[in-house]
T-cell receptor, first 111, second 113 residues
């Protein structure tokens, strides 16, 4: 079975600062990789998806992620944090018919 | 667009009671999933379906049963609820399975006393 590790269950950044959320996966074969965001009391929404077409993936709301096979990583970044970015972020990997989610990183944006 | 609709939104059960959670999607998706979300554990797949009339076990299937009699509906049943099943349950659907985006419902908060 696949596994996903998100380092840091809580991350705080100042408004305007760089956002970096870390994700590492376990797979010998490049998997399908996703980042989802969850706002309070809502379901998850897709931020971006790795399709193997390009290692740098751009998503919604200014987020992007870079696939690094050698490091088995898929870290999420945003150059400048906005107050509206405060949410929980989940990295996910898919294998066969199943998805495996990380434990999530809660992002706090400090004004 | 309704997307993925879950009912009910909240429920409180006593230990040993049974209930069914309903997930309905109007996007003609083939794949449907049930997850549970617990603090510090992310989302864990309970059961999934790759098409009408099919179901399969996920990562944590024990204590749950599912049915997919109609393409648009995916039911999750708890035959004898236990406090360990207190959680937030999410349904999701997608068109092409693991290659595809999942669309999530708003969740069902279940407390088992």
């Amino acid at each position: 079975a696949q596994s996903v590790t998100q380092l840091g269950s809580h991350v705080s950044v100042s408004e305007g600062a760089l956002v970096l959320l870390r994700c590492n996966y376990s797979s010998s074969v490049p998997p399908y990789l996703f980042w989802y965001v969850q706002y309070p009391n809502q379901g998850l929404q897709l931020l971006l998806k790795y399709t193997s077409a390009a290692t740098l993936v751009k998503g919604i709301n200014g987020f992007e992620a870079e696939f690094k096979k050698s490091e088995t990583s898929f870290h999420l970044t945003k150059p400048s944090a906005h107050m509206s970015d405060a949410a929980e972020y989940f990295c996910a990997v898919s294998d066969r018919n199943q998805f495996y989610f990380g434990t999530g990183t809660s992002l706090t944006v400090i004004p | 667009n309704a997307g993925v609709t879950q009912t009910p939104k909240f429920r409180v059960l006593k230990t040993g009671q049974s209930m069914t959670l309903l997930c309905a999607q109007d996007m003609n998706h083939e794949y449907m999933y049930w997850y549970r979300q617990d603090p510090g554990m992310g989302l864990r797949l309970i059961h999934y379906s790759v098409g009408e009339g099919t179901t399969a076990k996920g990562e944590v299937p024990d204590g749950y049963n599912v049915s997919r009699l109609k393409k648009q509906n995916f039911l999750l049943g708890l035959e004898s609820a236990a406090p360990s099943q207190t959680s937030v349950y999410f349904c999701a659907s997608s068109t092409q399975g693991v290659r595809d985006i999942q669309y999530f419902g708003a969740g069902t908060r279940l407390s088992v006393l």
